[in-house]
């Protein structure tokens, strides 16, 4: 029944996939370049299921295409007609998830570095398998620090164990790859390799490319208050006639789901570049521009930099349309201006103190020197000299030694609070100033609050003069207060939310709420 669902959705894959999936079959590792829109995402995961593979898991660099993909695949991979059946597909991010123990799992490829690094059961010797599990590292192209340290661990774990080779499949995608991460595989001895590249697939419908047009109507910016700005100078321009839809990642999944459903005019940064299928999508107007953060060294600080964005990126772009009708694609920069072919890896210029510690702390106990021998690409010398240097500073290593300090392990002991940083303050609440349970709920809400603007929607009775994080401790001791003073049973988010006044940052506290309890 699988194979007919595929069959009938007719995703340009489809006509290579008897190829694609033999080579599967016969090498541990492949590597898939193929045109946007293809079916990479949605299209092979139910293959691989109808394979026999026994679970596929599935990384997106976002929360929202793990939801979305995944409503796409159980929708189009009816397998039972009863309603009740259980879904072909479910979704895990960080404190949110939903069918999670489903063959074909959509996760954040930060969800999956955690299992990685930290979960020592995630797949051993022991791990029952009647053909194999499926690892697919989708979105490649982003090079996000996630992305490149789940790479690092993927070819440790095949370099280091041999036995897990007869127990998975790697699958790593996109429609435009660094030659880096193909030669990171092809280099492990024993492992066996393959490619497979389409770049020519063609899209179902047509698309149409326009340079430099007279009006000036912006789809993807570069930075989030771009895009609300630009919502509300359409607003204001049309006198409200015509409305654009901000698309972001602090949304909620059902804010984002309603606006998909409704909307015809969206304003984006990043979120709308990769993986995710708009329904009558037409028109995309694309600055060409893009905000990296770069840790500078020297100042000992992130710069925001504005830059070019690469090819590789314009391409993805590009390839939102044509997936559901002929589309037309309107470029306000200069096309003859000669781009990077590829955006340069997070790894390589963030700041990796957090990073470096989190592995030190992990099953691993090893840093970014040890793992470094297992990316595509390096982080220079310099920066990891930095970062050994800073943590002996902080007195959390020894000098001249990989071991924790006396302070080091107490802050090992600690549960992940998003950052290093993060974690030192918890610890000197918790040591020095008997605030540990405030700093505690402050971490859960502040580890999944990606932008400030919710602040403004707060209710006024809960705002402080003493700031903004006293204003979201008021916000968690209000929400707590509640939840512990009710079974638990009888305790509904939604009901509380709507009547405090929160109901716009509903989804924030849900996931606060899952991370307090885990710490």
Known sequence: MVYYCCFTIQLPLYKSSIKLLEQIQMNTVITISTSTGSGKSSLLPALLLAEGYDKVFVTQPRRLPCRLICDRANKTMITDKNPNAEKIAGWAVSGDGQNSRAKILYLTDGLLKELLLNDEN?????????????????????????????????????????VLLSKIKVIISSA????????????????????????????????????????????????????????????EVSQKTIVGYPLVQSQSSSTQ???????????????????????????????????????DIGDRRMILKEVPAAESTIKQRY?????????????????????????????????????????????LKNGLDYLKQFLPEQPTSAAIYY????????????????????????????????????????????RTYTCGRDIICLASILSVLN??????????????????????LNVMNEILLIKQSVRRQLFNLERVCEAKGLSHIKHIIGQALSRYNTY
């Open 122 to 162: 995630f797949i051993t010797n022991h791990t029952l398998a009647n053909k194999s599990i499926v690892i697919f590292v989708d979105e490649v192209h982003e090079r996000s620090v996630n992305i490149d340290l789940c790479l690092a661990l993927i070819a440790r774990m095949l370099t280091n164990n041999r």
């Open 176 to 235: 435009t790859l660094h030659p880096s991460v193909p030669k990171l595989f092809q280099n492990i001895k024993h492992v066996k390799f393959s490619e497979f590249t389409d770049t020519n697939m063609p899209a179902l419908h047509s698309v149409e490319r326009f340079s430099r047009p007279k009006e000036n109507i912006i789809n993807i910016v570069k930075e989030l208050y771009k895009v609300n700005q630009c919502c509300r100078l359409l607003a």
């Open 257 to 295: 789901k309603k606006y998909l459903q409704k909307g015809s005019v969206f304003f984006s940064t990043t979120v709308a570049e990769t993986s995710l299928t708009f329904p009558s999508l037409k028109y995309v107007v694309d600055t060409g521009m893009i905000n990296v953060p770069i840790f």
């Open 319 to 363: 390839g939102r349309l044509g997936r559901t009708q002929p589309g037309e694609y309107y470029a306000l920069y200069d096309p003859e201006h000669k781009k990077k072919q590829f955006p340069i890896p997070q790894i390589c210029q963030s700041d990796l103190i957090s990073i470096e510690f989190s592995l030190r702390k992990s099953p």
């Open 387 to 430: 970062t050994t240097q800073e943590l002996v500073r902080m007195q959390i290593i020894k000098k001249n030694s990989n071991e924790f300090t006396t302070y080091g392990k107490l802050l090992a002991k600690l549960p992940d609070f998003g950052s290093l940083p993060m974690t030192r303050c918890v610890l000197a609440a918790l």
């Open 451 to 472: 932008t400030t603007n919710l602040l403004k929607q707060i209710p006024q009775r809960f705002k402080s003069s003493d700031g903004d994080f006293m204003t979201l």
